[in-house]
């Protein structure tokens, strides 16, 4: 004789639901749909402006709206390496947004791609509002979406789990379809990489930057020899290029053509002038040994340097277009939009204030304002 024994159910009536488990696959997949957005506008952006790169524009954004006294800090904490730091935390943060973007797409890749899409379009209107840019610089990023988007969906599809074909077994074509996501991945990061750092050093724009240094009309004084004082960790008394402090708020360096750059001058002078970089050349030239230092150098800090430069004062061209009446000092704008305002004062007295083209004998480096 059997006796029945009673079980407890399940609450819900006899049935479990299985909680879904982290989609890391498809979050995986987003990241690098991101990424593919990034390498081919990198790649892209080799054939227009520097700033014409997503991340170097949305980065120049941020700098601009961030307040100064923010800056200062940065630069406090962080000295040359804040825009290591800057480009870092970017990455940190696009790789969180486009991994929650492709775990929505493990289960509604259309919105993924919509919002991948949108990411696209956002960088684009920031990579327009660049003071350097024009409207074919947004091609970059655009190629970069379209490629990127249909990527994304391609890429996501493939994590799931396929369908087993016939003669294989389901893991094994699982297995496959994740090798081709991870070589998708790590291409796209190579291509990403190698596209950021071909736009970082520019060699074409380097050798365009290789002209003869005119001869100066005045030579710097001879520097002393117990100029140097040999002291153990004292650096040298002239500052080698490549030793230079550089600090300034452009995540990329402009890339200007000589042929095209112009010097104008105008607003309250009586005669405008504007001269090309051949004409400039052509200028009287002086030579002097100047020291300069960042504002948020601190005592015995090394954002500082002294350097020998080439170039014309700045004084004799305002007394050719004749300053104005009111005038009390002069803005200075570089071509992705920075400026700078200088007193009068200082650069029409005994100082020789240099719109400099040579530095130690050399042409006037790329990263320190050339041209």
């Known amino acids: 004789m ?3 024994t009673a079980h407890q159910g399940p609450a819900d009536g006899g049935h479990r639901t299985a909680r879904p488990g982290i989609p890391w696959w498809s979050m995986l997949a987003g990241v690098i749909g991101g990424v593919v957005l990034l390498a081919v506008a990198e790649l892209a952006s080799l054939a227009f402006s520097s700033s014409s790169a997503p991340f170097v524009a949305v980065g120049g954004g941020f700098i601009d709206i961030i307040p100064p006294w923010v800056k200062d800090v940065a630069i406090g904490l962080f000295g040359t390496w804040d825009k290591i730091v800057l480009f870092a935390s970017m990455v940190a943060v696009y790789v969180v947004l486009t991994a929650l973007n492709g775990a929505l797409g493990a289960r509604r890749p259309r919105t993924a791609a919509a919002v991948l899409a949108g990411l696209g379009v956002f960088a684009t209107v920031i990579v327009l509002t660049r003071a350097q840019n024009s409207v074919p610089d947004a091609i970059p990023t655009l190629l970069g979406t379209v490629v ?3 990527t994304l969906l391609l890429l996501l599809r493939a994590v799931r789990s396929p369908a087993a074909e016939p003669g294989t077994d389901a893991a094994w074509s699982r297995r496959r379809s994740l090798v081709g996501v991870g070589a ?3 291409l796209a990061v190579i291509v990403a990489a190698g596209a950021r750092g071909v736009n970082a050093t520019r060699e074409v724009a380097r050798r365009a930057a290789e002209f003869t240094l005119p001869t100066p009309r005045t ?8 100029a ?4 153990e960790g004292m650096p040298a008394y002239v500052t080698p290029n490549e030793d230079f402090y550089r600090i300034d708020t452009a995540l990329a360096v402009p890339r200007v053509d000589p042929t095209t750059w112009e010097l104008r001058i105008h607003g309250l002078v009586d005669r405008e ?3 090309s970089f051949e004409e400039l050349l052509a200028e009287p030239m002086i030579e002097k040994h100047v020291t300069l230092t960042c504002v948020s150098n601190t005592v015995g800090g090394d954002l500082a340097g002294n350097a020998t430069w080439l170039g014309v004062p700045v004084r004799t061209l305002l007394e050719r277009v004749g300053v104005k009446d009111g005038a009390d000092m002069v803005l200075s704008r570089s071509v992705d939009g920075f400026t700078a305002s200088t007193p009068l004062e200082a650069l029409i007295d005994d100082r020789d204030s240099l ?3 040579g530095m130690n004998g050399e042409p006037l480096p790329q990263e320190h304002g050339y041209p």
């Open 273 to 275: 002038l504007t001269l």
């Open 228 to 231: 140097q004082v040999d002291v």
């Open 184 to 186: 998708v991945g790590v």
């Open 2 to 4: 059997s006796t029945p």
């Open 148 to 150: 990127a988007v249909p």
């Open 355 to 357: 719109i400099a083209v």
């Open 219 to 226: 030579r710097a004084e001879q520097i002393p020899d117990d």
